[in-house]
RNA sequence: GGUCCGUUCAUCUAAGGGUUAGGAUUCAAGAUUUUCAUUCUUGCCAUAGGGGUUCGAAUCCCCUACGGACUGCCA
């Protein structure tokens, strides 16, 4: 058992865009298959036709794929233990429900499915929930509760039917979570869940079982969503006397909306004023479009570990982390057991964080389609000096035109509160004397612009913040950036000294 | 309603019986920047409540409260 090889799966159904809680489901089973030298395999459990949304599995690769999650195995990534798309192992499965019903585990179910949901409307009128379970079973229509004759003439009739788990009465059922610890359900309580739907396809509790079994999956790790069907799941490989290849179980916390109450969830899309899914979506039915991390400007390395810091901790007081080096460190172990709620304002800064790490030449290439869009060209060793100015007060690259426009076209207004603060009845004269003193600059560099100008309000006997001040709003149209000087030496000589004139012309009118 | 899971600053979390309960984000103040942002420093802020066990409990046990998940021929 210890020696077996390590071997989990993703297993998204693809009725909708993954949101980033998935992604995370996704990142901790990477993460912990590759902590061990095992395999990571995306499996489609798409059993359910009605709810299939088309797009929905080709969103899901390439969110893990844009987020470096490659699977070792699944559907388009090769691998001995296909099809990994659940639709086309469909002819599979009815054999092993077979087998339960053989071995009296499980039982047909001729229920109509429009009884059922009127035996569910009237226990609520009644305050009560209907459970088709080992308390009502004998009194609805199934193999159990009907002679043998009426079953086999019913089959032989062609009458449809759901095949549904037997749950065992009164047994203790203890499973050891490796997260949450010892966790134990009383059979009593559980219902038997149908395994195999009238269309012929199995649920998700059939599929999964035996999927997981044939794909020699060691671990199943996945959403706190999971856990009450844990019992269900851990009689299943019984029944199908699996046990001893059973999987290790671990449900993961959920992810919590920032406020309000509740997970959060797919339909969440837009209205929490950040994305929730990876790749921004575009929904086939209704055409609307709902923002994603991607698009919105989030490095894939950012978004990462903003996730892989939710519900999980190294225990040391380290927060940036690649993938290979959380490869290297998580563990199961360090997973919290409560649910977390997301903060944007934290995710913002994780992506600050990336942004600061990289070094300039490498945002410039990330910036340059913003400039191309604009129809701006500038030599890539000028963008990388803008850059390395601007750079640390961006948190996206989007930012740096923000925070640096002035360094590709020339400020059309100016900055009232400035104007009222620092532009005096002197100040045009002295913009146009520095004007003039920029002219006779030679070597037009950052340093030597400062030593002149300073040499030359010396000998003025000017105060340096009621020139400075007024010469920064000529050139970038406000009080902010970086060193005045610098900002000279990048605009160029001529257009620092046509801006400087065309302020003052401004500011006549 | 029932079953199961959970509960440390506003948020993410550390501390697996003995610490002034630590860090990060946010927020606030100061310093630096002759501007703004950055950066740096400092500050504010937490063991849900009640009972036990123990010399000693955020940590172990019980109860209460609160939160969450599930309760479909969905996954």
């Known amino acids: 058992m210890t020696e077996r090889k390590i071997r989990v799966r993703f297993a998204p159904s693809p009725t909708g865009p993954l949101h980033m809680g998935g992604v995370r489901t996704a990142l901790f089973n ?43 195995e699944g559907p388009g990534f090769g691998g001995n233990y296909g099809p990994y798309r659940q639709s086309e192992r469909k002819e599979l499965y009815a054999g092993y429900a077979q087998q339960l019903i053989d071995n009296g585990w499980a039982y047909y179910a001729f229920d109509t499915p429009e009884n059922l949901d009127r035996l569910r409307a009237e226990a609520e009128t009644d305050g009560q929930v209907f459970s088709y379970s080992q308390h009502t079973r004998m009194s609805l229509c199934n193999s159990l509760s009907l002679s043998v004759a009426e079953v086999e003439a019913r089959l032989k009739n062609g009458d449809t039917y759901a095949i549904r788990f037997k749950m065992p009465e009164a047994l203790e059922v203890t499973e050891e979570d490796m997260i949450r610890g010892s966790v134990t359900f009383n059979t009593r309580e559980l219902d038997d869940k149908v395994l195999f739907k009238s269309d012929g396809m199995p649920t998700y509790h059939l599929a999964n079982v035996v999927d997981d079994h044939l794909m ?10 999971w ?19 059973k999987p290790r179980f671990a449900h993961l916390p959920l992810i919590l909306k920032p406020q309000g109450k509740g997970k959060l969830s797919k339909r969440d899309g837009d209205k929490l004023g950040f994305p929730v899914f990876p790749l921004q979506w575009k ?19 950012a978004f990462l570990n903003i996730l892989a810091l939710l519900g999980w901790n190294p225990g040391t007081e380290q927060e940036i982390f690649s993938l290979s080096e959380l490869s290297e460190i998580f563990s199961l172990e360090r997973v919290v057991k409560s649910g977390s709620r997301f903060d944007p304002e934290k995710a913002r800064w994780f992506n600050r964080s990336y942004l600061q790490m990289k070094p300039a030449a490498e945002v410039a290439l990330l910036f340059r389609p913003v400039l191309s869009e604009k129809g701006i060209d500038l030599p890539d060793f000028k963008i990388v000096s803008i ?48 004007a003039d003193l920029f002219g006779t600059i030679e070597t037009w560099e950052a340093l030597s612009i400062k030593d002149h100008f300073s040499t030359y309000m010396n000998h003025k006997g000017w105060n340096f913040g009621m020139v400075m001040n007024p010469l920064r709003l000529c050139l970038v149209g406000g009080n902010m950036g970086p060193d005045l000087f610098r900002i000279c030496e990048l605009l160029g000589k001529d257009e620092t000294i046509n801006r400087i004139r065309k302020a003052i012309e401004r500011k006549k009118v």
Request: proline fraction near 5%.
């Open 30 to 72: 990477y993460l912990f298959a590759k902590h061990h030298g095992g395999d990571f395999l995306l499996r489609i459990e798409d059993t359910d036709q009605s709810r299939y949304v088309p797009g929905a599995e080709e969103y899901i690769v390439e969110s893990l794929k844009w987020c470096g999650l490659i699977p070792d």
């Open 216 to 225: 020699e999956i060691s671990h199943v790790i996945r959403g706190e969503e």
């Open 227 to 245: 856990l009450p069907s844990m019992p269900l799941h851990i009689l299943l490989y019984r029944a199908f006397g699996w046990e001893k290849s």
């Open 283 to 301: 929904d086939p039915e209704t055409g609307e479009t709902s923002r994603g991390y991607r698009e919105d400007g989030y490095f894939s390395e």
């Open 387 to 434: 850059i390395e100015e601007i750079k640390d007060r961006c948190d996206f690259v989007a930012d740096i035109w923000e925070h640096g426009y002035y360094f590709f076209e020339a400020p059309t207004e100016y900055d009232e509160k400035t104007i009222a603060k620092r532009w005096k009845t002197e100040t045009p004269e002295q913009m146009d004397a520095i």
